[in-house]
């Protein structure tokens, strides 16, 4: 893949330049971008329905990832959210549920083992 002739900061800086000219930003609440969201992704996901490898052009799935990125700077932008911090922390957290040294093995059942298992025994922090 080529570098990006944009940054991330002028892709976000863009959406949010046209989502603030046309004024959703006051109507699409953090509650409706969420569902957009999925909704989008749902849409990439059609691609896959019946099929192992998609079904339209490399285009039409950059056209559904780019929907689902959209949604994802709004969403962002409501809560304040750094998606690049917030990446890198994700990131950091399943470097630690995923330790690198359990799936290098090139049997794939055995990186299924080590993710089932990882899964298995990690503890998700579910306070509020």
Same mark, same amino acid.
């Given at each position: 893949m080529?570098?990006? !002739?944009?940054?991330?900061?002028e892709?976000?800086?863009t959406?949010?330049?046209?989502?603030?000219?046309?004024? @959703?930003? !006051?109507? *699409?609440?953090?509650?409706?971008v969420a569902?957009?969201?999925? +909704?989008?992704a *749902?849409? +990439? +996901?059609?691609?896959y329905q =019946?099929?192992?490898?998609p079904v339209?052009?490399v285009?039409?799935l950059?056209?559904? /990832?780019?929907?689902?990125?959209?949604?994802g700077?709004?969403?962002?932008? @409501?809560? *304040?959210?750094?998606?690049s911090?917030?990446?890198? !922390?994700? /990131?950091?957290k399943?470097?630690?549920?995923?330790?690198?040294?359990a799936f290098?093995?090139?049997?794939?059942?055995e990186? #299924? !083992?080590? =993710? +089932?298992?990882?899964?298995? *025994?990690? #503890? #998700?922090?579910?306070?509020?």
């Open positions: 080529q570098p990006s !002739k944009y940054s991330f900061d892709v976000r800086d959406v949010m330049k046209h989502v603030t000219e046309r004024g @959703w930003h !006051k109507d *699409n609440v953090p509650r409706g569902i957009s969201l999925s +909704l989008e *749902n849409e +990439l +996901l059609e691609h =019946w099929h192992d490898e339209g052009s285009e039409e950059a056209d559904e /990832l780019a929907d689902v990125m959209i949604y700077i709004q969403f962002a932008n @409501w809560y *304040n959210i750094d998606i911090d917030a990446v890198m !922390k994700k /990131l950091e399943s470097a630690k549920k995923y330790p690198v040294e290098q093995s090139e049997d794939p059942e990186r #299924k !083992k080590a =993710w +089932l298992d990882a899964k298995k *025994n990690f #503890k #998700k922090d579910t306070t509020l």
